[in-house]
């Protein structure tokens, strides 16, 4: 049978490898390990103080997520990872500050070396979700909460990555913005002007490319595109950025302006060619050209090919 001993660092260790190889005071004393043997623990180097009632099993690797997961331990249940934080723990790819940002209740101030601690009166219950078991705030709520530190560019970008994700809807981030009132470090406008470029119905493409562009079409009052429309042609199946099917004609958005292998090159000309031959015309953008660039370009791509509609009567 095995000694008591042995289960308590058993229970132990399974709330360790649960959370990032982080054990805390309480989930220590339920496993039968008592605050003086974890002080002791800690005084011959088994565990790594991280915070207040919060430690590391010597040997687990000391990474951001443990550091984020060890500043709630230690604060509680009244806060949640928010802002930059919640947005990495979201899985965007956002500019880091060296903060770890958590919310919480008007009531409760935060204070912890590295940590920026923000109170809100608002954190309403559909604001929290969790990632890893780690309680953040969601896509919407941290767009909210990021729309007074970033630029309109920045938020935009934003946006349209947890769109994609279908981690937000366009109208539900709007009405929550047309109840949400200024404060400290929260940009009503900046959300409105970025929601404002986003009419019902955008799509923001596959790549920051897309979103760009199916924005411009908008805001230039272009004839709208379908977006990644599918097209056969001989059995073979092609899919495209942008397509004007009444009028035949395509527009592929190049992020890099250039190709990076041969294959790419070969593949790229091929189904170029089988659309061309199949009646379609094609036009091409890069991200460096200048949305002005753009809008000419597509204005008078379009007036030179009205629609088939037009063209038949």
């Not at 509680?76 to 947005?87: K, L, N, Q």
Request: proline content about 4%; hydrophobic content about 40%; some cysteine.
């Amino acid at each position: 049978m095995a000694s008591s001993g042995a289960h308590e660092q058993s229970n132990a260790e399974a709330f360790a490898e649960r959370n990032d190889g982080l054990i805390t005071n309480s989930a220590a004393a339920a496993a039968g390990v008592s605050r003086s043997q974890v002080a002791r623990r800690r005084g011959s180097g088994r565990y790594r103080p991280m915070g207040r009632g919060v430690s590391a099993v010597a040997g687990a690797p000391p990474t951001w997520k443990q550091r984020v997961r060890a500043v709630l331990f230690a604060l509680g249940i009244a806060v949640a990872a928010s802002h930059s934080t919640a947005a990495r723990l979201l899985g965007a790819d956002v500019s880091e500050d060296g903060w770890i940002h958590v919310s919480g209740s008007l009531q409760r101030r935060a204070r912890m070396a590295g940590v920026r601690g923000h109170r809100t009166g608002t954190l309403e219950p559909e604001d929290l979700t969790r990632r890893s078991g780690i309680p953040c705030t969601t896509a919407l709520r941290t767009v909210i909460d990021l729309s007074g530190s970033l630029s309109d560019i920045e938020l935009g970008v934003l946006l349209d990555d947890f769109l994609r994700r279908r981690m937000v809807g366009l109208e539900e981030l709007r009405s929550r913005v047309n109840r949400t009132r200024p404060a400290p470090g929260r940009s009503v406008k900046r959300l409105r002007r970025v929601l404002a470029q986003r009419i019902p119905g955008y799509d923001p493409g596959e790549s920051e490319l897309e979103g760009r562009i199916a924005r411009l079409i908008d805001r230039a009052g272009l004839p709208r595109a379908a977006q990644q429309q599918r097209v056969t042609i001989d059995g073979q199946r092609f899919r495209i950025d942008f397509a004007w099917p009444d009028r035949m004609l395509y527009l592929e958005g190049n992020g890099f302006g250039f190709h990076r292998l041969g294959s790419d090159l070969d593949r790229d000309a091929s189904r170029q060619n089988e659309l061309v031959l199949a009646g379609w015309a094609p036009i091409e953008v890069t991200w460096r050209m200048t949305d002005a660039v753009i809008e000419s370009t597509l204005r008078r791509f379009l007036a030179r090919h009205p629609c088939l509609d037009t063209l038949a009567r």
